[in-house]
């Protein structure tokens, strides 16, 4: 496989860096094997990218992906807990990165991949679908034209059966994975969160997890306003909520479905990955950094107080 492809792009026959991939998974982790799954089919039908390797990190040396002079660029999708070492060895490698969401289990842990990406310079993304979906996009213009005036308050509401016996991830992992995209969508649309404190329910039959069902959270937003987010792990299907409103001066604004938009999630994710190997070949702009995902983790942290 050559370096580069030629591409005709805008009436023009343009030189194009190939990518690579090596793709890091854990397959005694359902979530993060399955979206591994997903973005190496996806990879391959993208201009100027294939993936090399899949390695399930539980069985496999991932430096077998790290050290490969064939593999320009690495995904991590292994359980969140990882993501940060695996991160930070794929740059110190001179490999870009790309990190399947939550970024990392901490704030703390993304604050050593923001070093390490300072350090060596090496592009670290993190894969944000969501931002991508015409719903966010729209919902996001109609606050910029103040359809609803200045933002008052903002309320989230997400209830699911994300914790059920066929679920092998531990319950805070779940809620962490959760809550980061969740949150970091919430900051895109109305601003960054300045603080934020939590209630978390611990109830005698999940003690031992350290977490409950049930969390709440109180926000409060750059611009001055405040916000709610409630979550509920164990509910049934059909009790299943996923809705964020936006009161303003002149009205509110609701998006249902914040985090299983009604977009296709294949398109939105094809468009993540195709957005990202532009900006790796130098075509393009994709935003989703690690830094600019690293303040959902600084709330989660707060609200679940750590």
């Given at each position: 496989m050559g370096k580069f492809l030629y591409l005709r792009r805008q009436n023009k026959?343009?030189?194009?860096?190939?990518?690579?991939?090596?793709?890091l998974t854990s397959r005694q982790s359902g979530a993060?094997?399955?979206m591994a799954t997903k973005v190496a089919e996806i990879i391959g039908r993208i201009d100027g990218s294939s993936v090399v390797k899949v390695i399930d990190v539980d069985k496999d040396d991932a430096i077998d992906a790290l050290d490969n002079p064939d593999i320009n660029a690495i995904l991590v999708a292994t359980t969140p807990q990882t993501h940060a070492t695996y991160s930070v060895l794929a740059m110190n490698a001179a490999k870009p990165v790309v990190i399947a969401q939550p970024i990392a289990f901490s704030y703390a842990d993304c604050l050593r991949i923001n070093a390490t990406q300072d350090k060596t310079k090496q592009p670290c993304?993190?894969?944000?679908?969501?931002?991508?979906?015409?719903?966010?996009?729209?919902?996001k213009q109609r606050l910029r034209d103040e359809e609803i005036g200045n933002v008052l308050a903002a309320r989230y509401t997400f209830f699911s059966n994300d914790y059920n016996t066929d679920n092998r991830e531990p319950l805070e992992a779940i809620f962490?994975?959760?809550?980061?995209?969740?949150?970091?969508?919430?900051?895109?649309?109305?601003?960054l969160v300045i603080d934020a404190k939590g209630l978390v329910a611990t109830d005698d039959c999940r003690r031992q997890e350290g977490i409950g069902l049930?969390?709440?959270?109180?926000?409060?937003?750059?611009?001055?306003?405040?916000?709610?987010m409630l979550w509920s792990l164990g509910t049934s299907q059909q009790s299943s909520k996923d809705e964020l409103i936006i009161t303003g001066e002149k009205g509110e604004l609701r998006l249902e479905n914040l985090t299983f938009p009604t977009s296709n999630s294949d398109t939105l994710l094809h468009d993540t990955l195709r957005s990202i190997v532009e900006d790796l070949q130098g075509f393009g702009r994709y935003a989703a950094t690690s830094l600019s995902a690293t303040p959902a983790l600084w709330v989660t942290d707060r609200i679940l107080r750590q």
């Open positions: 026959i343009v030189q194009m860096k190939y990518i690579r991939w090596g793709i993060d094997d399955e993304f993190v894969l944000l679908p969501e931002r991508m979906a015409d719903e966010v996009k729209r919902l962490r994975r959760r809550a980061a995209s969740q949150i970091d969508t919430l900051q895109y649309l109305l601003g049930s969390v709440s959270a109180t926000l409060m937003f750059e611009d001055g306003f405040v916000g709610s």
